[in-house]
């Protein structure tokens, strides 16, 4: 039910296109070189919006001298053209023609999504009209006449004309745009059949006709209306994650010169070889390398892991990279266009250009279905003109089968369905953001699962409390009070037991941990070398100390030992997978003795370690070249480009926004039964669905034919049509009914844990 250019995102091109319309200079300047005499410029083109658009552009843009190619993204609504030569195309003037104004494409730039609010006003009037006349329309049919029936029609018409001016105004805009550029589109005969119906309803009404069909032209329009609000969320969520993503870059760095002295550079600035001072709390802007400095580093957005990593000079860090704890100096190794964040932004698009040949192949089916309506009607109206010479009969009966064949019943088959699912998985702490993805979990056979933050909690804590000193505990975890780290956190918790030596300073060295004194003796808690480097053990023998201590003057006095919980119901949720003959993976950032670990503990027979993004995508990828439909679980912000690459891909409310924004499915809860649970609702409405459908086609197969051959009226066409559409919504509320195989806990589910030594600087 998509379409091309709805009103609101034309005229919002028009009034850019006047004040921003670039010239070949600027294109020329904005392009960048791909090398082989080979230059890609972006374009921004907001009223691009269906597979019709997408279709059109690129054929063509494709047949311009000079041009290689072009790739129209739907999620940024960006034109990618690859061209030759020092002179530019006239892509621009092309686009023009027909009827697609452009401007260049800047990721900087945030768009208010004007097209959405429109939508929704628009339903909103259409449904409020649509309600009235059928209000109005059921005293009609109980038998009204003569002058109380021809006052409801005239009642009638009077609310169907702003519904049709406003809401219908949409594809009337986009309807003719699309005429006076000399190419079709699908809200053509959408136009002409709203049209059509309200014309003879108005005839009818003014020669006092027995019958007006005013709810049917509003109720069509309503229907077609929630597709494309449906369709529009959906794809603006996707622009919305690419767009998140590139906002984590830094917008500049301070640059140190070789005479001493600093400059502040844009980040697009930046060049390799630059010598660059990043702050305690700032990103890193590009890739590079560490000259100067020791630090903890929120890697997260690499790994996905949530400990911070100790890195000193010489070690590489990547562009997005959080520095927690210490200043550093990093020489730039490349440009932010070659950047890891970058990669990862080019990972997330090409990934979501998979997915939009998906919904393509969904636009293109639905977009048959109008004109193949509409060219129904007219030959039914032909053919009964040659036979019987009558237009008023003619009109009348082709104005039936037109509201007969309505895809009301047909359009409602897929969104009902994912409304009532939804509303169930909610009721169950389950988001669903992109209602086909019920569609395709409901095919999946592999699950992938991240490790850190999703079958684990990724939140540190501290498991030996009982077996340490009360005295040394509350040491610790007054001087742990004074760090951001999550270890030194989870110690600070610790805190309350009275009656040690105030501390008298306290000072945080990153990478190894935190020293403080206090009534003469020198205190430190963090990694053991550094600690108690020329210590000697108290209890040696007695105890095995991990690598995390506390010491006095030297001497270890406490070591302290974390863990890090598995989620609720981890091992219940991979069995249920594997009972749904689906295979589980795991795919992780950590080492290859902590993944171990947790597959032992949970069941899981395959897993990689020691991933970047995108090994995880290409992971994703080879699976997929041997046919399976892959879902994947995560919640870091490494894993959105592997999230986007999937079939599929859900993850935990307590996942990065990106994360987020990027998944199909969010789950609100701790317990990980969130995962089948949506694998079950999704296969039932998916059988749903294909029931709803049938029954769809079952009655346009019986209906069509026997409202061409003249025997059904307009009204009986009307309400064979609202049956059909109440058919179909009966069966899919059968979804309410069903038992679940999975039903998710709540956050106070039994826990299990995963251990392991770490310093808590």
């Known amino acids: 039910m998509s379409c091309c250019a709805p009103g609101a995102e034309m005229a919002l091109a028009l009034d850019r296109a006047t ?42 843009l494709a047949k311009l001298d000079r041009v290689e190619g072009a790739r129209v993204n739907l999620s940024t609504k960006r034109v990618a053209i690859r061209w030759r030569g020092n002179e530019v195309p ?29 939508l929704i006003r628009a339903v909103a009037v259409a449904g409020f009209a649509a309600g009235n006349i059928m209000l109005l329309s059921v005293s009609v049919w109980s038998g009204a006449e003569g002058a109380t029936r021809d ?66 032209s509003v109720s069509l ?3 077609l209306l929630i597709g494309r609000t449906l369709d529009h969320v959906m794809r603006e969520r996707a622009r919305t994650a690419v767009n998140g993503l590139s906002r984590l870059a830094a917008r500049g760095a301070i640059v140190l010169r070789d005479d001493g002295t600093r400059d502040y550079l844009p980040v697009g600035e930046i060049e390799p070889g630059m010598q660059l001072l990043i702050a305690a709390g700032e990103r890193i802007p590009v890739d590079g390398k560490i000259i100067r400095g020791s630090s903890d580093l929120d890697c997260s957005l690499v790994s996905g892991e949530s400990t911070p990593r100790t890195v000193t000079s010489g070690e590489a860090v990547q562009a997005g990279i959080l520095n927690l704890t210490g200043p550093l100096t990093v020489e730039a190794t490349g440009a932010a266009k070659d950047s890891f964040l970058a990669e990862m932004v080019r990972l997330m698009e090409a990934a979501e250009g998979g997915r939009a040949h998906y919904r393509r192949v969904a636009d293109r089916v639905s977009a048959l279905y109008a004109p193949v309506v509409h060219l129904t009607a007219f030959v039914t109206f032909a053919g009964w003109m040659a036979a019987t010479g009558d237009w008023h009969r003619a009109m009348t009966i082709a104005i039936a089968v037109l509201i007969i064949t309505c895809p009301c019943a047909l359009g409602l088959a897929v969104p009902i369905v994912q409304v009532v699912a939804a509303r169930r998985l909610f009721e169950n702490g389950i988001m669903v953001k992109d209602g086909s993805a ?46 951001r780290h999550p270890f030194s956190r989870a110690i600070a918790g610790m805190a309350g037991f009275a009656g040690q030596p105030k501390l008298e300073s306290v000072s945080e060295h990153p990478g190894f941990g935190i020293e403080a004194t206090a009534a003469g003796s020198t205190w430190r808690l963090g990694r053991r070398g550094w600690a108690g480097l020329k210590a000697r053990t108290v209890g040696e023998g007695k105890h095995s100390y991990g690598g995390t201590v506390l010491t006095k003057d030297g001497i270890i006095v406490a070591s302290f030992v974390f863990e890090d919980a598995l989620r609720a119901d981890a091992r219940a949720a991979i069995v249920q997978l594997n009972d749904a003959r689906v295979s589980v993976e795991m795919l992780s950032g950590d080492t290859a003795a902590a993944c171990g670990e947790v597959a032992e503990t949970l069941g899981i027979d395959d897993f990689v370690p020691a991933l970047l993004p995108s090994g995880k995508v290409e992971c994703i990828e080879t699976l997929a070249k041997d046919d399976h439909k892959v879902l994947m679980v995560g919640d870091g912000l490494n894993d959105t480009p592997a999230l986007n690459a999937a079939h599929v891909s859900i993850a935990p409310a307590t996942a990065a926004d990106i994360g987020r924004n990027t998944a199909d499915f969010v789950f609100l809860r701790e317990s990980l039964l969130a995962v089948p649970l949506a694998l079950d609702v999704s296969r039932k409405a998916g059988r749903l669905i294909r029931q709803n459908i049938a029954i769809a086609i079952v009655y346009n197969t019986i209906a069509v034919p026997i409202a061409i051959l003249g025997h059904v009226t307009p009204l009986i066409a009307a309400i064979a049509m609202s049956a059909s559409s109440l058919l179909v919504i009966g069966n899919a509320l059968r979804l309410q009914g069903f038992v679940l195989a999975a039903v998710t806990r709540a956050p106070s589910a039994t826990r299990s844990g995963i251990r392991a030594s770490v310093h808590p600087s």
């Open 151 to 216: 006052l409801f029609h005239w009642v009638s018409a009077l609310i169907a004309i702003p519904a049709l001016a406003f809401a219908g105004g949409i594809y009337f805009r986009s309807a003719w745009n699309a005429l006076r550029h000399g190419r079709m589109n699908m809200d053509v005969p959408i136009a002409v059949g709203v049209s059509l119906a309200y014309t003879m309803s108005l005839y009818e009404t003014i020669n006092h006709g027995d019958h007006a069909y005013f709810d049917a």
């Open 90 to 118: 006239p892509f621009v003037a092309a686009l023009g023609r027909l009827g697609y104004e452009a401007h260049l494409f800047d990721p900087e730039t945030g768009e208010k999504d004007k097209t959405l609010s429109e």
């Open 438 to 483: 019920m569609e395709r979990l409901a095919t999946i056979d592999t699950a992938v699962f991240d490790k850190t933050g999703t079958l684990t909690l990724g939140q540190p804590r501290l498991v030996n409390a009982s077996l340490v000193d009360p005295g040394m505990l509350a040491i610790a975890a007054e001087m742990a009070a004074h760090s």
């Open 19 to 60: 004040s921003v319309q670039p010239s070949n200079q600027e294109i020329k300047l904005a392009s960048r070189s791909l090398g082989d005499d080979l230059r890609q410029t972006d374009l921004s083109v907001p009223t691009v919006h269906c597979a019709g658009c997408i279709q059109t552009i690129e054929t063509a």
């Open 221 to 223: 329009l309503f229907f």
